[in-house]
Every structure is written in structure tokens, then in C-alpha cells.
């Protein structure tokens, strides 16, 4: 059986946590992200848990549609300069607690994201061995 992998991140800019522990994403505290599309603004909650691709939002957007992120500490924006190889939407980005970063791309049912490692802590051994990279 595989194991799953939960990451921790926090933002690029001021370095506060992006986890809502209180808000559950398949019982995993969930990364909490402010939202705002061309009409609506909202939040939106990713699953911490690498290679699913759940969340939850409380406003409704439309397949396709890109979607600015923004850290709900300091509100700067997310994105970064690259786009996204699948759909050139913007990617945003944000840092993991143990090293690396992990970019997601800001379009709505585009499922590209990847992760970057800077270094290897502990946690992404462990993450390396479970996933055999
Ligand atoms: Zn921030
Ligand atoms: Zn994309």
C-alpha cells in the first residue's frame, strides 16, 4: 500500500505557515490560499497531501478559468514569472518547510504541479524512499 505524503509550505514572501490546521482536506490539515477571479473573491483550500489534487473553494469557478492566489498573511500575490508547460496559465509557487518548493498552476482543472527540492532534509529522504525516486 502506499503511503501518503503530507507537506507543509508557507509563503515565499513573508514565511508564514499556509496551513489551516482547523479546516481538514481528506482529514489532513489543508494549505489556505485567498483567491480572486475576474467576478469573485474567496478561499481556497489544497489538500497537503502530494499528488492529490483536491480542494475546496467557497466561491464557484468555472473549469478553465485562471485564478490569482494570494498568501491570506501579507495578500501579495503567488504567481511567478514561469507558466504553466501544460496550459500557460501562471504558476504559483510556495515554500515547503522542509526545503523545496512546490508550484501549481492557477488554472481551474489543470492538474499540472510539481515539485522543486532545494535540499534533502529528512522529510523528503523519507518522501524519496517511500516514492523510490
Ligand atoms: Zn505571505
Ligand atoms: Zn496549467
Partial sequence: MEKEV???VKCPIC???LMEECKLVHNRPSVKINIETTHDRGVLWLSCVYGDC???MDIEIADGEVVDMYCPHCNKELSIEETCTE???PLVSFVIKAGGAV???????C???H???KEIGTELSKFYFEYGF
Avoid: P
Fill in 6 to 8: 503530507s507537506i507543509s
Fill in 103 to 109: 508550484r501549481i498552476c492557477s488554472r481551474k482543472g
Fill in 111 to 113: 492538474h499540472n504541479h
Fill in 54 to 56: 483536491s480542494k475546496e
Fill in 115 to 117: 515539485i522543486i527540492f
Fill in 15 to 17: 514565511s508564514k505557515s
Fill in 87 to 89: 496550459c500557460g496559465a
